[in-house]
């Protein structure tokens, strides 16, 4: 008899608060969220966040992600009636900001929409409706009386080509959505516990804003031109007040060390154009997980002087196919015509499909790079199927596919440098080092439709109750991505006398996206995740914490479940000679 277990439904909430005179913020928290895309694995939840500015004319900045559609409209139509709303601020259009914009103007069709150029035209695509609106840019205002006067900074890339922060002169309230925010989600609105939020700010960093440091610097010197700034109004998390000028100081050490000396990796995407923006941002994850420094550049509207620049000095190119025909065609052939003439048989390259259904085929630009000289790091990235196929079926394995081929790229990149730093460690320290033994194991994952594998040595048990394993991962493994808090995965055994054929099978380069699980024989374990069947035994574990060190996150599981499938076997033992690389 099967038992169906019914899956609790994530608690959703709504809190309100006045933040600042005629100011107050709707705090959707979305309490058990635990991923963002495949490369955003959250430990807090997160919140998506929305303010009301009443003035003589009154304005709402961003609305909130769909899920919230009935508990949203029911909370802001209970602070004011919407058709008395003049002004919404879009401040990006990413769905879990912009999510309840369609359904807002249908209720209240008088509203105007105040937002970037490129957001204006992303709002047209998905409201198929005509609606009152301004487009600003740095340095534009709007007055919404009572002293309330809104500045506008433009701030593109960061992390979405059309954002916009926002600044109330009397309030001293910058509304910067997804900048300086953070995946964390709990009843305190401020940002009074540094220690308990830091980590969660700074991997939001390093997934969402590293790969556009350059455009993070620029933001932040525009912010400078605002005056006194007394809150971070953000679209995610809590709002930055106790702590707001170290947390801005960290946005801009981080972002000056990641673009000092020369970018390695250069990826050129299309805004507005399929999923070129979220492609491109998952393979420049995937990079910086190999602490390679990337930039990002958005090529509708991005200088021919800048395209030059970048082409001809990155290490790396990584190009997203753009339109053939229709709006920006002609700006596109341009750039690509640029990059062609920009770069030499030094770099390396790789490209991929944007899937808005009118793609510049990449098979000639493929064959004019390797022409030049180029080498190609990884298989051109293809897109399967329709547009509504991709959203449905196969976005969350393209994502995995472009964080994985990023990976790639930036371990070709940073190889000189990585067997530089291997030689100058002390030999006899590295000798020592090595003298510290492991054992030898899998790592299998599986989480919904995505799945991969890791050969693992540095392996130890860690505590009795619960009983507990630490692991330590490798920040540039795709398995990373599936062992996130809350996870789950299996830590499978090697025997003595037979782990070569699995380690050999497992240690080999893997194409991006490519199975592999093909031609080993496997069973799957309770929580969904592979169990080798040459394994000695096998451990079912779920991740309850990380620890971020420089090269490698400590991953602590928790043992669910496991059993020895071989009594006789014993398990194999990993001796190296040196300590500073496996």
């Known amino acids: 008899m099967v038992m169906l ?114 957001a204006i035209q992303f709002l047209e695509g998905f409201t198929h409706s005509a609606f009152e609106r301004i487009q600003v840019k740095s340095g534009d205002t709007l007055d919404l009386g009572k002293g309330h006067v809104i500045s506008f900074v433009s701030a593109p890339n960061l992390h979405w080509p059309d954002t916009i922060l926002s600044y109330d002169c009397q309030t001293q309230a910058l509304f910067t959505c997804d900048v300086f925010g953070m995946h964390y989600c709990s009843d305190h609105t401020y940002d009074e516990n540094l220690k308990a939020i830091e980590a969660d700010y700074h991997f939001y960093y390093e997934c969402l804003m590293g790969p556009n440091a350059r455009s993070v610097l620029s933001a932040i010197k525009r912010m400078e031109t605002l005056g006194e700034i007394t809150t971070i109004c953000t679209g995610h998390g809590p709002l930055l007040r106790h702590n707001l000028k170290e947390l801005v100081r960290r946005y801009q050490v981080w972002s000056e060390n990641q673009t000092q000396g020369e970018t390695a990796v250069a990826v050129f995407y299309f805004s507005d154009y399929g999923y070129s923006d979220r492609l491109s941002q998952a393979i420049a994850h995937g990079v910086t997980k190999t602490g390679v420094a990337v930039e990002m550049l958005d090529l509708r509207t991005a200088d021919v002087h800048e395209v030059r620049v970048l082409a001809s000095e990155a290490a790396g190119i990584v190009l997203g196919s753009p339109p053939i025909s229709g709006p920006g065609a002609d700006v596109a052939e341009a750039a690509i015509g640029t990059i062609k003439a920009s770069v030499h048989k030094k770099q390396v390259f790789g490209l991929f499909e944007s899937g808005g259904g009118n793609d510049l085929s990449i098979y000639p630009l493929q064959n004019a790079f390797k022409e030049l000289g180029l080498k190609q790091i990884f298989p051109s990235i293809q897109i399967k199927g329709s547009s509504s196929d991709v959203e449905t079926r196969y976005i969350a394995s393209l994502l995995q596919q472009c964080d994985e081929a990023g990976t790639d790229m930036g371990q070709q990149v940073g190889l000189k440098k990585a067997i530089k730093q291997m030689k100058s460690l002390d030999s006899e320290l590295d000798k020592a080092l090595g003298r510290i033994s492991g054992g030898l194991y899998i790592i299998t994952a599986k989480k919904d439709d995505l799945s991969s594998a890791m050969l693992a040595s540095w392996v130890s048990q860690a505590s009795f109750e619960p009983f507990g394993v630490t692991i330590a991962v490798a920040k540039d493994r795709a398995i990373e991505t599936l062992m996130q808090v809350g996870d789950t995965f299996v830590l499978n055994v090697l025997a003595e006398d037979n782990y070569q054929g699995l380690m050999k099978h497992f240690l080999k380069r893997f194409a991006p996206g490519a199975d592999r699980f093909a031609g080993v024989k496997t069973q799957p374990a309770k929580n969904g995740s592979p169990i080798l069947s040459e394994a000695v035994a096998y451990l079912e574990c779920q991740v309850a914490t990380r620890m971020d060190l420089s090269d490698h996150w400590i991953v602590y599981a928790t043992v669910e479940d496991g059993r020895v499938s071989n009594p006789d076997a014993s398990p194999a033992v990993h001796h190296r000679k040196v300590g500073n690389h496996y």
């Not at 277990?5 to 928290?29: G, N």
């Not at 998506?48 to 900045?61: M, Q, W």
């Not at 609305?63 to 139509?77: D, G, N, V």
């Open 5 to 118: 277990v019914e899956k609790a439904q994530p608690r959703l909430t709504i809190a309100t608060e006045v933040i600042a005179e005629d100011t107050q913020a709707i705090r959707c928290l979305d309490w058990d969220r635990d991923r963002f895309d495949i490369e955003f694995g959250l430990q807090n939840g997160t919140t998506y966040n929305s303010f009301l500015i009443r003035g003589e004319k009154i304005a709402l900045v961003d609305t909130s992600h769909a899920k919230f559609r009935e508990q949203y409209f029911a909370i802001l139509t209970g602070l004011i009636d919407p058709k008395e709303i003049d002004y919404l601020i879009v401040s990006h259009t990413e769905p879990d900001h912009s999510g309840l914009v369609k359904d807002l103007l249908e209720l209240a069709p008088q509203i105007t929409v105040v937002a970037s150029k490129v």
